[in-house]
T-cell receptor, first 111, second 111 residues
Framework: NAGVTQTPKFQVLKTGQSMTLQCAQD?????MYWYRQDPGMGLRLIYY???????DKGEVPNGYNVSRLNKREFSLRLESAAPSQTSVYFC??????????FGQGTRLTVV | QKEVEQNSGPLSVPEGAIASLNCTYS??????FFWYRQYSGKSPELIMS????GDKEDGRFTAQLNKASQYVSLLIRDSQPSDSATYLC???????????FGKGTKLSVKP
């Protein structure tokens, strides 16, 4: 039972490069989320998707785009990476008001 | 801006003592409340959820909710060194279920 799977686990990008973080869940959850976590800042919501076909901005959406490809998959794209996007990124999924389950995280460094 | 506030700590308790972690939230419409534990370098892991006023106990953990005071707490009885981690309070932020997190309280249990 995999739960929430994120790829890659680690990535180093040069400023201006683009990349897509992949996330898939096998729990048949409707809601999926992307968070970033920085020291002293807690988990901040970037984007979320309440159901297949819908996406909404969270607290810190600038510089990111998302795609809810189907019910299982929710990807996060950085079009032109900046050093300020150096962070740990977590994907999560949940059903309704119930708790969210997290992937193992992606540690991204932009140089 | 909906907010979840936690004391960042660190909170230091001796082994065997009760650790008390607190959280306040700003949105009176919030309906679901969660405590996550996060070890350094790992993803958040759900330890308690609570949806109605009062206490909920699970083993050594007790969650307490007071909606009138917009206050959630977590008590850890018989604290162990393995409980040393950052504890994140999360609140359901709206009808679509996007979770808002506090910045976390770092707990250290000394042998």
């Amino acid at each position: 039972n995999a739960g929430v799977t994120q790829t890659p686990k680690f990535q180093v990008l040069k400023t201006g490069q683009s990349m897509t973080l992949q996330c898939a869940q096998d729990m048949n959850h409707n809601s999926m989320y992307w968070y970033r976590q920085d020291p002293g800042m807690g988990l901040r919501l970037i984007y979320y998707s309440a159901s297949e076909g819908t996406t909404d901005k969270g607290e810190v959406p600038n510089g990111y785009n998302v795609s809810r490809l189907n019910k299982r998959e929710f990807s996060l794209r950085l079009e032109s990476a900046a050093p300020s996007q150096t962070s740990v990124y977590f994907c999560a999924s949940s059903e309704g008001r119930l708790s969210a389950f997290f992937g193992q995280g992606t540690r991204l460094t932009v140089v | 801006q909906k907010e979840v506030e936690q004391n960042s700590g660190p909170l230091s308790v001796p082994e065997g003592a009760i650790a008390s972690l607190n959280c306040t939230y700003s949105d009176r419409g919030s309906q679901s409340f969660f405590w996550y534990r996060q070890y350094s370098g790992k993803s958040p892991e759900l330890i308690m959820s609570i949806y109605s006023n009062g206490d909920k106990e699970d083993g050594r953990f007790t969650a307490q909710l007071n909606k009138a005071s917009q206050y959630v707490s977590l008590l850890i009885r018989d604290s162990q060194p393995s409980d040393s981690a950052t504890y994140l309070c999360a609140v359901n932020g709206g009808s679509q279920g996007n979770l808002i997190f506090g910045k976390g309280t770092k707990l250290s249990v000394k042998p």
